[in-house]
């Protein structure tokens, strides 16, 4: 069970406080209706596995119920940084 | 019966506290002190059980959790049984009952070892993997044989009645182990007053100290654990957990710890106590303390009771004044052993002698053995044992220097006991439940832990260090480490060292698998894994056919797949997979251990999350007023809602007709409290809606009300609601009872990660109102009674909404109706919603004001066709398919979402399922929820289906039975005619028709 630092909070929590939201950093389309079905469906559903440094979203639902970034070790599940969304991760994988 | 192996002194045992306890049916007597092994080996029972596959009886051959063979059921009732208690851990007291978990009908007189002889060629090595590869019509014939003959114990049939419960804690070094180095460890850190706490899996602190005759600072090591675990209690900050075994080292220093606080007392635990208790640790710094395991040696017949791992002998003797036997023979690889053969001789029992693998062994030990007249035999082993229920002898043979083969001639030694050791193996399982990999270490001949990402150290024989000298000074130095890396500073300063000898020590032999001088797979069955029956012959058919990797070798054998995880046999059996694949033990792999470290039982699992807390409970303000009238009540999420209301004497049926008739002919009553309630407000909050709703919400007027529907990117309904202008920047946004955490979570993702720059902002408001929906054609005269607002038709529309007093409590009265009646959906400040329920009902009783629950608001709103987000949708339904395109807006300028979802091509092609009504042809029918329709009943299977009932229900009403469901092209079929085949082969045949059956054009809620 993992140990998450929420940006917001300033404070570490348990995993319980936390809801995690996949992949991070997909932005909707600015014009949803000029993407092609592709597009749209890349964008709805392709997510990336990686083996290694995954930047993923996860929310304080049951404590200030505020979203953020981690970058997590998919393998280790060390956690390498977290930062608020609309941030750049400072921690990437290599060819990223 | 007497204890005919026990010592009349020594040992830490009390013997002026005699013990009565059962095994198999028969009374025993023990010691305080006494595990229940302890006690069986000193009443000289030998047999404890039968093997998995061959059926051969099997005893005792460990002291502690690596214990393959005893592994027995407990408990003197049926409530109190468990299942999987290793004997050698659990602590003896007055009246405990146990017997043999396998074994059929009894361990000492076994029918199925007739059977076994068959079994083993029935069950090869492979058998799971072969049974599973081939058809699995199979599997249920030998499954039956396979639980039989196991017989892996029972769980009880009756209420457990103890309580378990769980407590967290937050520490600054968490040390797993309070031997030696763990103790020394835990001093150190606890002065420099770090937060420590420290768990041990025995009822006394001290590890292998406990049977070390050992000296530290020049006196028994044992006057060094009292004063030490003395000094530790002194501390505040420092928590000891004796009988507390850390089962679980999970990710990001987070661990489980499974304290069994009673079950060394009786058989249920004394009135007011726990029996057990799950901590639950986040540790700044975990220092794994967890020593090592002794490995037996893989010899012929080496299952048959009375070979031993040589420091479980020691243990015995040391610590529980019992001697397992009458002559020993000792088969070594290493010095250490050689104390085995010393306490027994000090016992005064007889060695016959010592098997030194090695050559030419030299070390202090060795010349103590041999200036006291041990016979040792060097260059030799044990190569095989004779006897079935005890052992009656050995064979020992000259081996060469590799111990590759047999070099000379065989000669016979009459003996009871094999004690033996192949060195020792670092108990490492915790640190590979984190993930991290174990690296081989050929200078120690075992695996130690690899590189871990948590913040972990390790001291003592976990690390390979085996001398109590050295070991004491790495416990110390660890300790300070991790009190100093949490932040103590100056923890190293001033370490007093526990001094202990140096024993003088040769190297030892790298030798798992003794040779024979028959093949391997001729000669008798060398045992690697006793709880699955795994034999080294085994382990070199499966690398024959082809399983290289150790993995799969462990698949195709089950090594290391029963509950002891394989603690002692697993590192033999990839020792002789290597030899076999002619390479070296890392090259084969590694061996990876997963949490529980020991079984741990269901109850401290559960805690009190079980019985009346075994959730959460959500009640509404009006709760205490439905239980008195006789609700039942239904779970909608955590919520406990009214079901229906039945009167004495009433059938479900007879209720529901009821109250849907009395609601449509005058007026009903809903406790409507749960449906999620959010209060949006901010200058952007209007345009919020219309982001998130499908349809338009810009022109919705202060004091106006409308329907929403929310999709998700893909154009699927997810949640639907009645959303309320409050003011020009505040709304009320109603959601589903079950979706209101979601849809919150929903629209703050929005806001948070797409749209910052809007102002707008949420809270939810659920638990704060409490509303009553009072609906019918009087609930107009009935609110008319209690409230300053101004009922009129023509002001106070259908829609609107309006902010007064209901029963002299402010009061937001919506006219929003979910049955097509004239509607009322009363809100106040949920603490006052008890009591202006009640005055609802001191003014409804002329007008036969009746409450109804869930299950008569399903009926009713289907009758008018509305959807239940999550029963009439399911995530694969657009608003089109729901026949709701009245609902979806197609000129707002923002692209909402659900919008490009639904352009896609699928989402418009021809054939889709839709929302239609049904009408079974026989009006009494209420066609099952779930029924697949078909045009053609008579079709061969597998029948083409068109879609499902979604709802169904009888009206009573209009007299006959509605149902709503998914029909491929639905909306194109009105009229025509559908099956629904049933489980039972009757077919029940359905008109497609509108979801509206009742008052189609809406005139009875525009009074
Ligand atoms: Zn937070």
């Not at chain 1, 639902?61 to 970034?69: D, E, M, P, V």
């Not at chain 2, 797979?521 to 056919?545: C, H, M, W, Y």
């Amino acid at each position: 069970m993992f140990y998450i630092y929420c940006p917001h909070c300033g404070e570490h929590r348990e995993e319980e406080e936390f809801h995690a939201k996949g992949q991070a950093h997909i932005a909707r389309p600015a014009d949803p209706d000029s993407c092609s079905d592709k597009e749209w469906g890349e964008y709805l559903y392709f997510r990336k596995n990686p083996r290694g440094l995954h930047h993923e979203m996860w929310v304080h639902a049951a404590g200030c119920r505020k979203f953020f970034n981690v970058t997590r070790d998919t393998v280790s599940y060390e956690i390498k940084e977290v930062y608020k969304i609309g941030e750049r991760p400072s921690v990437v994988a290599a060819g990223n | 019966m007497s204890q005919k192996n026990r010592l009349a002194s020594g040992g830490r045992i009390d013997r002026s506290k005699p013990l009565r306890f059962k095994y198999n049916g028969r009374e025993y007597q023990g010691y305080q002190g006494d595990t229940l092994a302890s006690a069986l080996l000193a009443n000289g029972v030998d047999v404890i059980g039968r093997s998995f596959k061959y059926s051969r009886p099997r005893g005792i051959v460990a002291a502690g959790a690596e214990e393959p063979n005893a592994v027995l059921q407990l408990g003197a009732t049926e409530a109190t049984q468990v299942p999987n208690v290793r004997a050698t851990q659990q602590e003896l007291f007055g009246g405990l009952v146990s017997s043999a978990t396998n074994g059929w009908p009894n361990a000492d007189m076994d029918l199925m070892s007739y059977v076994g002889k068959v079994g083993g060629r029935m069950m090869p090595p492979g058998f799971y993997y072969k049974t599973f590869m081939y058809p699995q019509s199979m599997w249920e014939t030998y499954e039956k044989f396979i639980r039989k003959a196991a017989g892996l114990g029972r769980s009880p049939l009756e209420n457990d009645p103890d309580t378990y419960d769980k407590i967290n804690h937050h520490c600054d070094v968490m040390i797993v182990g309070a031997g030696p180095a763990g103790l020394a460890a835990a001093l150190v850190a606890a002065r420099s007053g770090a937060r420590v706490i420290l768990a041990d899996e025995q009822n006394e602190f001290g590890g292998s100290l406990l049977h070390s005759r050992e000296k530290i600072n020049g006196r028994p090591a044992a006057n060094w654990v009292a004063e030490t675990v003395a000094e530790l209690e002194k501390h505040p900050e420092v928590l000891l957990l004796p009988r507390s075994t850390v089962n679980g080292y999970h990710d990001h220093n987070f661990l489980t710890i499974h304290q069994r606080c009673t079950d060394h007392v009786a058989d249920q635990a004394p009135k007011g106590q726990v029996r057990q208790r799950m901590h639950r640790v986040r540790a700044n710094w975990v220092v794994l303390a967890t020593g090592a395991h002794e490995r037996p040696l893989v010899y012929g017949n080496n299952d048959v009771p009375g070979c031993m791992v040589a420091s479980a002998v020691s243990t015995y003797i040391n610590r529980y004044g019992v001697v397992p036997g009458n002559e020993l023979v000792l088969m070594t690889t290493n010095d250490y052993a050689y104390q085995t053969a010393l306490d027994w001789a000090d016992a005064g029992r007889k060695v016959v002698a010592i098997v030194d693998t090695r050559q030419n062994p030299k070390g202090a030990r060795i010349e103590e053995a041999r200036k006291r007249g041990l016979n040792v035999i060097t260059g030799s082993a044990v190569i095989e044992v004779q006897g079935s229920k005890r052992v009656s002898g050995v064979s020992v043979a000259p081996i060469d220097a590799r111990g590759d083969k047999v070099t000379g001639s065989v000669q016979r030694l009459s003996c009871d006991t094999v004690a033996s050791s192949g060195g020792w193996s670092p108990v490492i399982h915790l640190s590979c439940h984190t993930g991290s990999r174990p690296e081989w270490r050929d200078d120690i001949i075992g695996f130690v832990p690899g590189k871990t990402v948590q913040r972990q150290l390790t001291a003592g024989g976990i690390n390979g260090t085996y001398s109590l000298r050295k070991v004491l000074e790495e416990g110390a130095r660890t300790g300070a480490q991790a009190a100093e890396s949490a932040g103590f500073a100056d923890a190293a300063k001033g370490i007093a060292l526990p001094l202990s000898e140096e024993v003088q020590e040769g190297p030892a032999m790298a030798l798992f698998h003794i040779p024979h001088t028959k093949p391997t797979a001729r000669a008798p069955k060398q045992f690697v894994d006793f709880q699955n029956d795994v034999t080294a012959s085994g382990i070199e058919l499966a690398t024959r056919e082809g399983f290289e990797s150790i993995e799969h070798v462990k698949r195709y054998t089950a090594m290391g797949f029963g509950t002891d995880q394989g603690k002692l046999g697993n590192i033999n059996g990839m020792a002789i997979a290597a030899k076999s694949l002619n390479q070296t033990i890392p090259q084969t792999g590694t061996t990876i251990f997963r949490p529980n470290y020991t079984p741990i039982t269901f109850g401290a699992i559960a805690g009190r999350d079980c019985g009346e807390l075994f959730d959460v409970k959500r009640y509404s303000a009006m709760h205490r007023w439905h239980v008195e009238h006789g609700a039942l009540f239904e779970d909608v999420g955590n919520w406990k809602r009214p079901w229906y209301f039945p009167k004495a004497g009433e059938s479900m049926q007879d209720a529901l007709d009821r109250e849907c008739k009395a609601t449509r002919e005058s007026v009903g009553i809903l406790d409507a409290s749960t449906l999620g309630k959010i209060d949006i407000q901010g200058k952007d909050a209007r345009e919020f809606l219309a982001r998130v709703y499908t349809n338009a919400w810009a022109k919705l007027g202060v004091g106006k009300c409308r329907y929403g529907l929310m999709c998700g990117e893909d154009g699927m309904v997810f949640d639907d609601g009645v959303t309320s202008c409050l003011a020009e920047n505040h709304f009320l946004m109603t959601t589903t009872t079950g979706g209101a955490a979601r849809v919150l979570e929903w629209l703050e993702l929005y806001h948070q990660t797409e749209w910052p720059e809007m102002e707008v902002y949420f809270n939810t408001v659920t638990d704060q109102w409490a509303t009553m929906t009072i609906s019918g054609p009087n609930s107009r005269k009935l609110l008319a009674e209690l409230t300053d607002i101004d009922l009129d038709g023509d002001s106070f529309k259908f829609m609107d909404w309006r902010q007064g007093k209901v029963a002299g409590v402010p009061a937001r009265v919506f006219r929003i109706s979910f049955t097509g009646e004239l509607s009322y959906e009363i809100n106040v400040q949920a603490n006052y919603g008890l009591y202006v329920w009640e005055k609802l009902f001191e003014h409804g009783a002329k007008f036969n004001l009746t409450p109804y629950g869930t299950e008569t608001m399903h009926v009713l709103r289907a009758e008018k066709g509305f959807i239940i987000a999550g029963q009439d949708t399911d995530g694969s339904v657009t608003p089109i398919d729901l026949g709701m395109s009245w609902c979806v807006s197609n000129n707002k300028p923002f692209s909402y979402i659900g919008k490009r979802g639904m352009a896609r091509e699928d989402c418009n092609r021809p054939n889709r399922k839709q929302l239609v009504g049904l009408k079974a042809k026989d009006p009494k029918k209420v066609i099952p929820e779930g029924s697949q329709a078909v045009d053609d009943p008579k079709q061969p299977l597998p029948m083409k289906m068109l879609g499902h009932v979604t709802s169904s229900y009888y009206s009573a009403n209009l007299g006959h039975s509605i149902a709503m469901g998914m029909i491929r092209d639905g909306h194109n079929r009105m009229g025509e005619t559908v099956y629904y085949p049933q489980a039972d082969g009757s077919v029940i045949e359905a008109e497609i028709c509108s979801p509206i059956f009742l008052d189609p054009k809406g005139e009875r809620q525009n009074v």
